[in-house]
């Protein structure tokens, strides 16, 4: 891209509730395909009373999974009671809990969702329908792979150990996952681990403390440009030069330095989010990933 504003990151879902944690499901050694369109992951979804599969975005940066209120109504689930849902322009109602019995291939999937509008993400993606979000209670208590390779998403009953692999420490946190990373080759800062983010980074300077990250209904769907810059950027023992780079002027979520999205998670063949053991695992970095055109 030449122009130093861009349209990216449709997504960006932080969803917790004061009055529950979501169902967690068996970390039975299981699988799922995927496509990766748009810089998202999307996963077809099968569930009683819907006659197609249905098309849902897989999103570590969402704390609890989503259902769509148009999709929720065609399958003829009652709506829960209200909650606030805040987003970056405004508020919005969303309802808990939503009971579904779901699968993406052989995965169960979480059996509680929050009832909320989905129009304005769909009209950001390709195929102009989004019938929900798998968030963040997928990962509880289980070790999730993501084949960028293979298009897999799988459950491992233990996290890889190949030669060549990253290990990461991962913060995990009522308001979301957290990785560390280095900027231009700045202190590690924590930013999310956010496969609902379409872009390689969102990076933000200012500091918010970690206290103001409150457990609440919160919900950022609209799309947004901001400027773009080159960085250099540091995981672990792999380094990346040139890589588009979001800037915020505040952080997107309290006490987080930024987003770290799919652009830059599908340079690597896999990544294994080990909720669990606290920790994530890079697999080696992708042939495809150097050949990329820089911005």
């Given at each position: 891209m030449t122009t130093a504003m861009r349209l990216h990151c449709a997504i960006q879902v932080l969803l917790v509730l004061f009055i529950c944690r979501a169902s967690r499901c068996s970390a039975a050694s299981e699988e799922a395909p995927f496509q990766f369109r748009d810089g998202f992951i999307w996963i077809e979804v099968t569930t009683a009373g819907a006659a197609e599969p249905l098309h849902f975005l897989f999103d570590s940066g969402a704390q609890l999974s989503v259902i769509d209120?148009?999709?929720?109504?065609?399958?003829?689930?009652?709506?829960?009671?209200?909650?606030?849902?805040?987003?970056?322009?405004?508020?919005?109602?969303?309802?808990?809990?939503?009971?579904?019995?779901?699968?993406?291939?052989?995965?169960?999937?979480?059996?509680?969702?929050?009832?909320?509008?989905?129009?304005?993400?769909?009209?950001?993606?390709?195929?102009?329908?989004?019938?929900?979000?798998?968030?963040?209670?997928?990962?509880?208590?289980?070790?999730?792979?993501?084949?960028?390779?293979?298009?897999?998403?799988?459950?491992?009953?233990?996290?890889?150990?190949?030669?060549?692999?990253?290990?990461l420490p991962l913060k995990v946190r009522p308001c979301g996952m957290l990785v560390p990373i280095q900027v231009n080759n700045s202190a590690l800062q924590w930013v999310r681990l956010d496969t609902g983010c379409a872009s390689d980074l969102q990076w933000v300077t200012a500091s918010v403390g970690a206290e103001g990250c409150t457990k609440r209904v919160a919900v950022a769907l609209t799309s947004f440009s901001v400027p773009v810059t080159q960085t250099a950027v540091a995981l672990g023992a792999f380094r990346f030069e040139k890589v588009p780079t979001d800037l915020q002027e505040r952080e997107i979520f309290p006490g987080e330095k930024g987003l770290l999205g799919n652009g830059m998670l599908s340079r690597f063949q896999s990544v294994t989010i080990d909720a669990k053991g606290k920790r994530v695992i890079l697999g080696r970095i992708s042939p495809l990933s150097e050949k990329r055109p820089t911005s």
């Open positions: 209120t148009r999709t929720a109504r065609h399958l003829g689930i009652k709506r829960g009671r209200p909650v606030p849902v805040m987003g970056v322009s405004g508020t919005a109602t969303g309802f808990w809990p939503q009971v579904l019995d779901a699968r993406a291939g052989r995965i169960k999937l979480p059996r509680k969702y929050v009832m909320l509008d989905l129009s304005n993400l769909g009209q950001a993606c390709t195929n102009g329908m989004v019938d929900g979000i798998i968030g963040a209670d997928f990962f509880h208590d289980r070790i999730v792979q993501i084949d960028f390779q293979r298009h897999t998403i799988r459950l491992l009953g233990k996290s890889p150990t190949e030669t060549g692999m990253q290990v």
